[in-house]
């Protein structure tokens, strides 16, 4: 079979994607050479992964990988895939860097460790503490600074929330299983069937939990950054109001949705 008519089994783009993966050749290449032929052997490695996609198997999962902040993250079923949406935390952290030192971060949930990773890359001598409560997790994340080289300047950590943290952090980031349940009924279907229901969902209780225990490892004047999801704004920054903070900042993703709402301890306002 020809480039070209492999491409056309599926959606373009995932096709490329899926075809390259399978051929070790670029996109790029695919897409000026549609008259090649595939070897056979390719060519069953290329339906083998249509399989999986048109079982509603994320790309992300079916490659291993996934895009963030211009860099290439390992994924595997254990993580969530990260997301454009994320990218609003980086932006707003390395904006606020531009202004305060920033010498020690903190992650709650580490996930990939996309955000911990990415924010150690762009914020020079800057180190962290990267927590989650599976070490499956753990090791993806792990997996992800050795390939980035900031393996020296991370330590990551078996921990459910604040249990097994200590020390004191300029920044607490976090992206927390926030959706409630209710809401499975309106998320994508691909979603619910392969990627981790433990952070997924939470609804507004890991927020509780920041808000109650964040005081005692942050610095003088620290900040904590979260992402929320739709509509949880107003309860959010009350659960956070209720334990002392206040809001210094509320930014919205690329699709203008409340994302992140940023907090600093009152100190008796």
């Known amino acids: ?119 150690l890359l762009e914020i020079e001598k800057s180190k962290a503490m990267a927590v989650d409560v599976e070490q499956a997790v753990l090791e993806v994340a792990r997996e992800n600074a050795i390939a980035l080289g900031v393996q020296d300047r991370c330590e990551f950590v078996l921990s459910n929330w604040f249990e097994g943290v200590d020390g004191k952090y300029d920044i607490i980031i976090s992206n927390p299983p926030y959706i409630e349940e209710y809401e499975k009924s309106i998320m994508a279907e691909e979603t619910l069937k392969y990627e981790p229901s433990l952070a997924l969902f939470g609804g507004l209780e890991p927020y509780r939990v920041i808000a109650s225990e964040s005081h005692k490892f942050l610095t003088a004047n620290g900040r904590i950054y979260v992402e929320i999801g739709v509509s949880q704004e107003s309860q959010i920054a009350e659960i956070f109001h209720t334990n002392g903070y206040k809001v210094v900042g509320k930014y919205r993703d690329i699709e203008q949705r409340m994302r992140i709402i940023v907090f600093t301890l009152a100190r008796g306002e």
Do not use: W
């Open 1 to 119: 079979m020809k480039i070209q008519e492999a491409l056309r089994i599926i959606v373009p783009l995932e096709a490329r994607i899926l075809l390259s993966n399978a051929s070790g050749l670029s996109q790029e290449y695919l897409i000026g050479h549609g008259e090649d032929e595939l070897s056979d052997e390719i060519y069953r490695k290329f339906l083998a992964l249509v399989e999986r996609r048109k079982a509603l198997e994320p790309i992300a999962y079916i490659i291993g990988k996934k895009e963030f902040y211009g860099r290439d993250f390992k994924v595997t079923k254990d993580v969530l895939i990260p997301r454009p949406d994320s990218e609003t935390l980086i932006n707003v952290v390395l904006d606020a860097a531009k202004d305060c030192t920033i010498r020690s971060i903190l992650e709650l949930g580490v996930g990939s460790g996309c955000l911990v990773l990415t924010l």
